[in-house]
């Protein structure tokens, strides 16, 4: 638990560096967190259930920057007929209203 803490901290660093422009400046640092994060995690991505903020910030960032992430990494939020668990329902809507305008 604590060091997917600091994987969503790393996370968190990274995005707005990437939204700002600046990630060059720091590329060695930012390759070596994103292979630490990648190789933890590839294979166990149908296993993630525990922050939809979390899964999300980490398949945008490892796709922006090329890794091969697929779309299962969201499986832990599904219920058994593939549709997202009742309480993310809604969460999810207003979480695509929130990020669609400010996407890059």
Do not use: W
Not at 15 to 20: E, I, R, S, T, W
Not at 34 to 50: A, R, V
């Amino acid at each position: 638990m604590l060091q997917e803490e600091v994987d969503e901290d790393q996370l968190e660093l990274i995005d707005p560096l990437a939204k700002l422009g600046l990630s060059y400046h720091f590329e060695d640092e930012i390759k070596k967190s994103l292979d630490k994060i990648y190789s933890k995690n590839h294979g166990n991505y149908g296993l993630k259930k525990d922050s939809l903020y979390a899964t999300a910030l980490e398949f945008k960032i490892l796709r922006r920057q090329g890794y091969n992430v697929p779309q299962e990494i969201f499986n832990g939020f599904r219920d058994k007929s593939g549709n997202f668990k009742a309480f993310l329902g809604r969460i999810t809507r207003e979480c695509y209203i929130y990020m669609k305008p400010h996407s890059i």
